[in-house]
């Protein structure tokens, strides 16, 4: 565990707590009660109007997600998936344009995503990881360190994804099952906000919260590193 001042909300044990409720309590490591300054130079930035709509329709898109609100407090009926979701969002914000970076794995999803869009209206430009065909050797890998090893292998190139979307000026960018990692430099590199339809996890169908609900059963192994 971190030091002791360090923000630790993933071990909060309190019932009700500081950031969900006015009354609410908080242990030592509380950001919420005790990193003040932080909290101030982020709602600072909100100030911004670009931040502050785009922030505004996510908490109304979060909202909608869910029925029957009114019906009974702390009862929630979730009715929409991510895809609607990001549909839903791109209305609202008003998006017309929209980037699919997607790996090289998920050609069939990455279709089905983008034929989804462009029949709501949305003009789609979709980039494969491998644009460019650069060797691997340009980073500097060796043979023995490719994924197939004794053939020709291409690198991913998410900053090539993310430059093809900024000449395009796409309004919004969604990414389909990039490396962990390659997404990183996506993101780090790309002009318009993005977003993850798919987080990539090879061995769980690209589900990784399941290793988290295993755990204590089928991954206990991730508890003994």
Do not use: W
């Not at 309590?25 to 109007?49: E, I, M, N, Q, V």
């Not at 009114?70 to 979701?85: D, I, N, S, Y």
């Amino acid at each position: 565990m971190a030091n002791k001042g360090a923000p630790q909300c993933a071990f909060c044990g309190v019932d009700l707590r500081a950031c969900f409720s006015k009354e609410g309590k908080g242990p030592a490591f509380c950001p919420t009660l005790h990193r003040t300054g932080d909290a101030r130079r982020a709602l600072k930035k909100y100030s911004d109007p670009r931040t502050k709509r785009f922030a505004k329709v996510a908490s109304l898109q979060e909202a909608e997600c869910y029925v029957d609100r009114g019906a009974k407090a702390g009862v929630l009926k979730p009715v929409k998936t991510r895809v609607e979701e990001i549909i839903e969002f791109s209305r609202k914000m008003g998006y017309k344009k929209i980037g699919v970076a997607f790996c090289g794995g998920l050609f069939s999803e990455a279709n089905a995503f983008v034929r989804i869009l462009e029949k709501n209206g949305f003009e789609v430009l979709s980039v494969c990881c491998k644009v460019g065909g650069v060797p691997k050797e340009f980073l500097g890998l060796k043979d023995r360190e490719k994924v197939r090893i004794g053939t020709y292998e291409t690198m991913c190139n998410p900053i090539n994804q993310a430059e093809i979307f900024n000449t395009a000026k796409t309004d919004f960018n969604v990414l389909v099952g990039l490396c962990v990692g390659h997404d990183s430099l996506f993101f780090k590199h790309a002009k318009a906000l993005s977003t993850v339809l798919v987080a990539k996890d090879r061995v769980l169908g690209h589900n990784p919260v399941a290793a988290l609900y295993g755990v204590k059963v089928y991954f206990q192994r991730l508890l003994k590193p």
